[in-house]
């Protein structure tokens, strides 16, 4: 008797633009004070957004503005883009079985990896079609981009100040990891985070950031190794 091949698992149906529409509201009005900045320091309105389409580095670009108005070498500045930027070395390593087979995408999404397009890349279910993935990753640093279009534009028009923008950050990380808490199957992490910057801030003030990256990192590896002790039979 002919043997029946067994039925794929139907692809998820997922609205891409509801998924990036959070990051939207981070991306716009932070491209915005990007873009209004880079143009007060003195650079053409076009330079903003043609550093967005290709550098797209969020903290790195913000951290170019002065570096570019002190006349600083564009090696120094390249260096410190890498340590800025080194963190998504992890990132990617932890994603090599999520991202596609398909050599542009894979590569796109290297490239646009920036922690809000990791947070939402690691939210969507098994068998995300490429053409998904690809379209979050697009439409996130469309809104990068477009922001930044906005703030040089304005910049290079008018003298005005965008003070308080700069919250859109916070709020962002903040929608983003109630989503992450939502879609796992465990508050464990959420509360190694939160333990570990209490327990640093009360130690360490100066380095309460670094030092609870470290808390958290060591929390995962205890945690790691205790799950697999429990697995061995």
């Given at each position: 008797?002919?043997?029946?091949?067994?039925?794929?698992?139907?692809v998820?149906?997922?609205?891409?633009?509801?998924?990036?529409?959070?990051?939207?509201?981070?991306?716009?009005?932070?491209?915005?004070?990007?873009?209004?900045?880079?143009?007060?320091?003195?650079?053409?309105?076009?330079?903003?957004?043609?550093?967005?389409?290709?550098?797209?580095?969020?903290?790195?670009?913000?951290?170019?503005?002065?570096?570019?108005?002190a006349?600083?070498?564009?090696?120094s500045?390249?260096?410190?883009?890498?340590?800025?930027?080194?963190?998504?070395?992890?990132?990617?390593?932890?994603?090599?079985?999520?991202?596609?087979?398909?050599?542009?995408?894979?590569?796109?999404?290297?490239?646009?990896?920036?922690?809000?397009?990791?947070s939402?890349?690691?939210?969507?279910?098994?068998?995300?079609?490429?053409?998904q993935?690809v379209?979050?990753?697009?439409?996130?640093?469309?809104?990068?981009?477009?922001?930044?279009?906005?703030?040089?534009?304005?910049?290079?028009?008018?003298?005005?100040?965008?003070?308080?923008?700069?919250?859109?950050?916070?709020a962002?990380?903040?929608?983003?990891?109630?989503?992450?808490?939502?879609?796992?199957?465990?508050a464990?992490?959420?509360?190694?985070?939160?333990?570990?910057?209490?327990?640093?801030?009360?130690?360490?003030?100066?380095?309460?950031?670094?030092?609870?990256?470290?808390?958290?990192?060591?929390?995962?590896?205890?945690?790691?190794?205790?799950?697999?002790?429990?697995?061995?039979?």
């Amino acid at each position: 008797m002919p043997v029946t091949p067994p039925l794929k698992p139907p692809v998820p149906q997922i609205s891409v633009l509801s998924l990036s529409v959070p990051v939207a509201m981070g991306y716009v009005p932070l491209g915005m004070v990007f873009g209004f900045l880079f143009v007060q320091a003195g650079a053409p309105w076009w330079l903003a957004v043609f550093a967005s389409v290709l550098v797209f580095a969020g903290a790195a670009q913000f951290m170019m503005v002065p570096m570019l108005a002190a006349g600083l070498p564009w090696a120094s500045l390249a260096l410190a883009t890498l340590v800025v930027n080194l963190r998504h070395v992890f990132y990617g390593l932890s994603l090599l079985d999520k991202l596609p087979a398909k050599r542009w995408a894979r590569w796109y999404l290297v490239f646009a990896l920036t922690d809000e397009t990791y947070s939402v890349l690691t939210t969507l279910p098994p068998g995300t079609s490429t053409r998904q993935m690809v379209t979050v990753a697009l439409l996130n640093q469309g809104w990068w981009v477009l922001g930044t279009l906005l703030g040089a534009v304005i910049g290079a028009q008018a003298q005005i100040s965008l003070v308080g923008l700069d919250f859109a950050l916070a709020a962002l990380f903040a929608v983003l990891a109630v989503e992450q808490w939502r879609s796992a199957d465990s508050a464990a992490p959420l509360w190694v985070a939160v333990l570990s910057y209490a327990l640093a801030w009360a130690l360490l003030p100066q380095q309460a950031l670094l030092t609870a990256i470290g808390l958290s990192v060591l929390a995962g590896l205890f945690w790691r190794t205790s799950a697999a002790r429990e697995l061995r039979p």
